[in-house]
T-cell receptor
Framework: DAGVIQSPRHEVTEMGQEVTLRCKPISGHNSLFWYRQTMMRGLELLIY????????DSGMPEDRFSAKMPNASFSTLKIQPSEPRDSAVYFC??????????FGQGTRLTVV | DQQVKQNSPSLSVQEGRISILNCDYTNSMFDYFLWYKKYPAEGPTFLIS?????DKNEDGRFTVFLNKSAKHLSLHIVPSQPGDSAVYFC?????????????FGAGTRLFVKA
């Protein structure tokens, strides 16, 4: 398995634009997580899915953020409209129930 | 409210010596505690874990200690090697509504000097 695949690796966009981050989890994993890495808070859990169903989105900072998982092999995190303070590295991770999570390489988002 | 705290943002250690990374948590309901290692431009990778019913788990140069009464865990690396230089994240795994979720600390950057 190629592991968790995220795209794009880097994204630079202008303030106000819509940004969509993509994730392909490891086949067979039933949990998917979106994290945001910041200097102050480390890895913040934004939202997680279990069997494609959003379970806890309490970490999503604002209504500008939304996430979907239309099937077991794909998830998106969308920011609309984007703001400079959204600049960070966004990680997707997947796991099999009560086991350690496997992370993708992350998407570095810069909003100018 | 941060449930998992790593109060030391960085640590510098001489090669061959012991590295001790610390972590505190607030929720006594966590079932597992994990340590992840992260190199620049890569995602975190799992390093070692410990069940909440144990107080020690060892894997080669890496040992994790859990003190439940103090809600504290630590990662010991001995001997430390330059290749261990990375950011180490402490994490706690517990039940959320409808599933399990992992909560991470802010990370500690370890520098191992040759």
């Amino acid at each position: 398995d190629a592991g968790v695949i995220q795209s794009p690796r880097h994204e630079v966009t202008e303030m106000g634009q819509e940004v969509t981050l993509r994730c392909k989890p490891i086949s067979g994993h039933n949990s998917l997580f979106w994290y945001r890495q910041t200097m102050m808070r480390g890895l913040e859990l934004l939202i997680y899915f279990n069997n494609n169903v959003p379970i806890d989105d309490s970490g999503m900072p604002e209504d500008r953020f939304s996430a979907k998982m239309p099937n077991a092999s794909f998830s998106t995190l969308k920011i609309q409209p984007s703001e400079p303070r959204d600049s960070a590295v966004y990680f997707c991770a997947s796991s099999l129930s009560f086991q350690e999570a496997f992370f993708g390489q992350g998407t570095r988002l810069t909003v100018v | 409210d941060q449930q998992v705290k790593q109060n030391s943002p960085s640590l510098s250690v001489q090669e061959g010596r012991i590295s001790i990374l610390n972590c505190d948590y607030t929720n006594s309901m966590f079932d597992y505690f994990l340590w992840y290692k992260k190199y620049p431009a890569e995602g975190p990778t799992f390093l070692i874990s410990i069940s909440s019913i144990k107080d020690k788990n060892e894997d080669g140069r890496f040992t994790v200690f859990l003190n439940k009464s103090a809600k504290h865990l630590s990662l010991h690396i001995v001997p430390s090697q330059p290749g261990d230089s990375a950011v180490y994240f402490c994490a706690a795994l517990g039940r959320g509504v409808g599933g399990f979720k992992t909560i991470f600390g802010a990370g500690t950057r370890l520098f191992v000097k040759a």
